[in-house]
């Protein structure tokens, strides 16, 4: 969706690399975490990045290579 966005603007989201571009995204729903009774071993790890909004922004940052805020 991101490098749609990208494209949709006109930007050819390669030429991003390494400029001081930010990612902020609006989410919602999830704090779905908070409402389970038990979480198997194997899935814990997938709480944090499943449920944390600001790893979003870094998985979009990482994967276009921006360095913004």
Do not use: C, K, Q
Not at 1 to 14: K, L, Q, Y
Not at 27 to 35: C, D, F, G, K, V
Not at 44 to 66: D, E, H, N, P, Q
């Amino acid at each position: 969706a991101s490098w749609e966005a990208f494209e949709h603007a006109g930007i050819d989201p390669m030429t991003l690399r390494g400029s001081s571009t930010g990612v902020f995204a609006g989410l919602m729903y999830h704090e779905y975490a908070s409402r389970l009774n038990h979480v198997a071993p194997e899935a814990a790890g997938f709480l944090g990045t499943g449920s944390i909004g600001s790893v979003l922004s870094g998985r979009i940052s990482y994967s276009f290579g921006l360095e913004g805020p």
